[in-house]
């Protein structure tokens, strides 16, 4: 058996409104799984287990005046993959990697927008971490996600995979 492909390239790129209610749907997803992840963080990360994502964040903020907004968002995107690492379930980590790809680009019109001013608040998370703060921890990341306007309606590109066709000679 031959593997064809058709004279069109196999990945193609399509265009996708998202409407308004779906970035507020993808954000409180986002805020839910990370709420969640946290919770669980408070019960079985180390105190070691911390220490990367603080180093890392610490890194972020010594160099944000001169670091792109666009290199912001990867870098914050980065923590709370890392932060809901913390929590040990791999399909929370899949699913905000799934959730992120959607929002990056509202992300990144938010940060140019708002500017730096949540990123102190990374580190009070990691800190009610390792005190196991369990009763606060929700209550802070739904308050720094609730401060997140909900933008107007947008196209975003993305990309979609297309298997090559089979066919025989």
């Known amino acids: 058996m031959q593997i064809c492909r058709p004279s ?22 986002r805020r839910s799984i990370e709420a ?5 963080a408070v019960a079985r990360a180390d105190f070691k287990d911390v220490r990367a994502p603080r180093k890392f964040w610490k890194d972020v ?10 290199e912001l968002v990867i870098r914050d995107e980065e923590f709370h993959v890392g932060l809901v690492a913390l929590s040990g379930n791999n399909e929370m980590v899949r699913a905000l990697y ?20 949540a990123f102190a608040e990374h580190l009070e998370i990691l800190d009610a971490i390792e005190a196991r703060d369990v009763v606060d921890l929700p209550a802070q990341i739904r308050s720094k996600m609730a401060a997140i306007p909900c933008p107007p309606p947008m ?8 298997p090559p066709i089979r066919c025989s000679s």
């Open 155 to 162: 196209h975003i590109v993305t990309s979609a995979y297309r």
């Open 36 to 40: 969640s992840a946290v919770q669980l």
């Open 61 to 70: 903020i010594k160099n944000k005046a001169r670091t792109p907004a666009t």
């Open 8 to 29: 069109e390239s196999v990945s193609a790129r399509i265009i996708r409104e998202l409407k308004r209610h779906d970035i507020f749907d993808l954000f409180e997803l």
């Open 98 to 117: 799934g959730i992120n790809a959607r929002i990056h680009f509202v992300r990144w019109v938010d940060l140019e927008q708002r500017g730096h001013d």
